[in-house]
């Protein structure tokens, strides 16, 4: 079976079952201040398990389009993806664990064809603590369905302990078997619903844990161990409880909330533990075989990022309330997916722009179930071209940076951080450019690097923008580069007199005093914006050096000399090596490339006291 027809046969099993099937919700989640993204099939479902009547009835059904942020990191593997397709069913008080357990085995048993030999589910253990009691209940149904076809299903606790037990039904605490958008029953805020769990696992084979060279060979195994052995194809939540300022109470109704991940139960039926052997992967997997010349056996990892992120990023820019790459919220995510799977594409050695190539693979998959994608076929090639040339730029200025380092000896851990801060040039990529060489570059040292950046970025309160900003939220540090530019401007079209008198920044507008005798003109303020406009598209490194004071001024560096500054201090340097147009003493943070500030516009010009003038200004949320 394929993707598809593992869709159709749950929506089509369902629908016999008096349910109505539903569209897939926006990935962009209306009106949900808790997550960027649509994670879950529950999460559009909150109002209506809570008692809402929903306008299709109290039994629903839906495959929907899924992303998760917090997994991109764990991207590599054989299992986890970014996106996904979550298939859910769901019950509004019409039906509980007697129906939802013996169809969810017929389902996995009957319609797809899971032997049920293989089939292994776990249970709430339950918590005294807070009221809630072991789930006794599911296990009796559980050990009912297995009966129906001739097999015991024992039930055993602390199988994390001492493993499987011969068992078939296993007991675990609520960091397993409980479920809500908020995770574990001690971090729900009041007013959440959740609800005890059990879930279905898939066994690909106990040789998988036997293998000598298998790290958990010598550890108890266990359905929820990381032997790779088992695979979770889904998870009925029985979803009855709401938290409040006492505790769990019982919802006004019981509800059943189901969701099993598309591509696991794929896997599951052809017995293999990679999801992206899967037919939805394989025609990605064979165009970047082709474009690197490289196999997936041999860098399997590098072409399970790409194939995932692409395809999320074509799912997010796609959907009916997309988002494009940028440095702020959903956007930073998909910029993220996209940057991550470029690089990967370096290291398999397509240089060429492949990132649309890809995403018109996507489309052609998922583009009969998922209109959307067909109806913005343009509009997602042509983002992604963007996105990549953008990014392209980034690598071969810091390529330039790396060769002159090279050529003076050695790469030090220091110098690894300005080519990452600086030119957003990878560590890994670094890395491997100077492995050719023989050399290898200090993690410790660049890790340290790193971290005092983050502490400088966070504390900003060296030299003129102490006190400034407000927070260090993207847009703040977004606003925050903007004022470079703008003090350089006014120099420029006002005089060499100009100097910062103060600033204060927030993440919605920057406001810039300054010693200035008379009111600025509206043709000197149009000046002024079209200085730094230009600025910004040329996209130019944001960078810093650190220096002495007296360097500083032999640099021809503006800000506040007569502060107590330490031995050194850092100069924001704004332009190209041969021509930076600004040059200004700072503790940051700021952007890595003025392409990413956006629109700079001056709302208004004022007095604020005798020859000091105040300019506010914003930035436009884009690029």
């Known amino acids: 079976m394929t993707v598809s027809d593992i869709r159709k046969a749950f929506l089509h099993f369902f629908r016999e079952k008096g349910h109505a099937i539903l569209p897939s919700a926006s990935l962009i989640p209306e009106n949900d201040p808790t997550t960027l993204f649509t994670g879950s099939g529950m999460q559009p479902m909150v109002p209506y398990l809570l008692g809402q009547t929903h306008p299709a009835g109290d039994r629903l059904a839906d495959a929907q389009k899924c992303f998760r942020a917090q997994d991109i990191d764990e991207i590599g593997d054989n299992r986890h993806t970014t996106f996904f397709e979550m298939l859910g069913n769901w019950s509004l008080g019409s039906y509980f664990k007697n129906e939802q357990i013996k169809w969810m085995f017929d389902f996995l048993t009957e319609t797809i064809g899971l032997d049920p030999n293989r089939l292994y589910v776990t249970v709430f253990r339950g918590n005294d603590a807070i009221g809630i009691p072991r789930d006794t209940d599911s296990v009796a149904l559980w050990q009912g369905v297995f009966g129906s076809v001739g097999m015991e299903a024992k039930d055993v606790d602390f199988a994390e302990r001492d493993g499987m037990q011969g068992g078939r039904i296993f007991y675990y605490d609520e960091q397993k078997n409980w479920w809500s958008r908020s995770g574990t029953p001690d971090k729900m805020p009041v007013g959440e619903p959740g609800g005890p769990d059990t879930e279905m696992f898939w066994d690909f084979g106990l040789e998988l844990t036997l293998h000598e060279d298998s790290p958990y060979r010598d550890e108890p195994c266990h359905v929820n161990c990381d032997c790779g052995r088992f695979m979770e194809i889904g998870n009925n939540v029985f979803m009855e409880y709401q938290k409040t300022k006492n505790g769990f109470e019982k919802l006004a109704q019981k509800n059943v909330d189901f969701g099993g991940g598309l591509e696991r139960l794929a896997a599951a039926k052809q017995n293999d533990p990679d999801v992206f052997h899967t037919d939805v992967f394989k025609p990605i997997i064979q165009l970047l075989e082709q474009l690197s010349g490289v196999t997936y056996k041999d860098q399997s990892r590098s ?30 995510l998909v910029r993220r997916l996209l940057r991550r799977a470029i690089r990967e594409g370096r290291r398999l050695g397509i240089m060429d722009p492949f990132t649309h190539q890809v995403a018109e693979v996507v489309i052609g998959e998922f583009g009969s179930a998922y209109s959307e994608l067909e109806e913005r076929f343009g509009s997602i090639v042509s983002e992604l071209k963007k996105e990549e040339e953008k990014f392209g730029k980034t690598l071969e200025k810091g390529i330039k940076e790396l060769e002159k380092m090279l050529k003076a000896g050695s790469i030090t851990g220091e ?57 260090h939220s993207i847009e703040t540090t977004r606003l925050h580069t903007a004022t470079h530019l703008l003090h350089r401007a006014l120099k420029n079209v006002l005089g060499e007199h100009v100097e910062q008198r103060g600033s204060n920044i927030t993440p919605e507008r920057l406001r810039f005093d300054f010693s200035h005798p008379n009111k600025v003109t509206p043709q000197q303020i149009k000046q002024v914006e079209d200085i730094i406009n230009e600025v910004i598209k040329q996209d130019v490194p944001v960078r810093f050096e650190e220096m002495t004071v007296e360097e500083a001024k032999q640099r021809g560096a503006i800000g506040l000399f007569e502060e107590k500054y330490g031995e050194k201090i850092k100069v924001y340097f704004i332009g190209n090596d041969t021509s930076d147009f600004s040059k200004e003493i700072c503790g940051g943070p700021h952007v890595t490339h003025t392409g990413e500030l956006g629109l700079f516009k001056i709302q208004k010009e004022e007095a604020v006291s005798a020859g000091i003038r105040r300019i506010k200004a914003t930035l436009d949320k884009g690029e």
């Open 303 to 332: 072409f399970r990022i790409i194939a995932d992120h692409i395809r999320a990023a074509t799912f997010i820019i796609g959907d009916p309330r997309g988002v494009t790459p940028s440095n702020v919220g959903q956007g930073y």
């Open 415 to 471: 110098q690894a951080f300005i080519l990452f801060s600086t030119y957003g040039f990878p560590l890994e990529l670094t890395e491997e450019i100077v492995k050719e060489k023989g050399m290898s570059v200090d993690h410790a040292v660049f890790e340290a690097e790193f971290r005092k950046h983050q502490d400088v970025s966070r504390t900003a309160s060296a030299g003129i923008f102490k006190g400034g900003l407000a927070d």
